[in-house]
């Protein structure tokens, strides 16, 4: 419902902050079906701990750590030769 209000005023950019946190996988995979759609139409920023889901729907991905920006690119590059040894250690798991 907070989506179908969000795109009635027509926005230039929405703002998801973890949108699929606390929801079983099938209403995950439903939001995340409709943020590959809307993102036809509309620049959506989406806030997420999920790195799995990043992959899975964004186009460009940022990687920040405490506050500052360590590296962004497209979402393919991020994930399959990040240029930065934090963004590695995220990724797989060695911290967060």
Known sequence: MCIARAI???PDVILMDEPTSALDPISTQ?????MV???EKFTIIVVTHNM???ARVADY???FHLGDLIEYGET???FVNPKEE???????GKFG
């Open 30 to 34: 439903t939001i995340e079906n409709l």
């Open 61 to 63: 991905t940022a990687f």
């Open 8 to 10: 009635a005023v027509k």
């Open 86 to 92: 934090k963004t590695e250690q995220y990724i797989t």
């Open 76 to 78: 393919e590059q991020i």
């Open 37 to 39: 759609e809307l993102k």
């Open 52 to 54: 799995q889901q990043a």
